[in-house]
Nanobody
Framework: QVQLVESGGGLVQAGGSLRLSCVASGRTFSRYVMGWFRQAPGKEREFVAT????????YYADSVKGRFTISRDNAKNTVYLQMNSLKPEDTAVYYCAADASYYGARGSEYDYWGQGTQVTVSS
């Protein structure tokens, strides 16, 4: 079992920045691919970004490419999502997810999920 706890959400004006954190516990963090997803009200959950075990490879949704950066610190059991140039359409609950092998955008493939953190971007 892996437990994931997100933090760092909040209210920010358009054009601003936020950094989300997700701390993992329960198993060896470096053995898990980590991902970020989001879900806006009335919409389906969507992929945001993912990062491999070592952090050498990352993959982003087109909607956030160039604005968001995923990173991880395996010594701190933490994955981050730096969000810059935020837009109102980025408003959503953001979730981190973990999987022992899958590296990609399909949320159904991730085995472990956090409880989410709200990000609200005002115009």
């Amino acid at each position: 079992q892996v437990q994931l706890v997100e933090s760092g959400g909040g209210l920010v004006q358009a054009g601003g920045s936020l950094r989300l954190s997700c701390v993992a516990s329960g198993r060896t963090f470096s053995r898990y691919v980590m991902g970020w997803f989001r879900q806006a009200p009335g919409k389906e959950r969507e992929f945001v970004a993912t990062i491999t075990f070592s952090g050498r490879s990352t993959y982003y949704a087109d909607s956030v490419k160039g604005r968001f950066t995923i990173s991880r610190d395996n010594a701190k059991n933490t994955v981050y999502l730096q969000m810059n140039s935020l837009k109102p359409e980025d408003t959503a609950v953001y979730y981190c997810a973990a999987d022992a092998s899958y590296y990609g955008a399909r949320g159904s493939e991730y085995d472990y999920w956090g409880q989410g953190t709200q990000v609200t971007v005002s115009s």
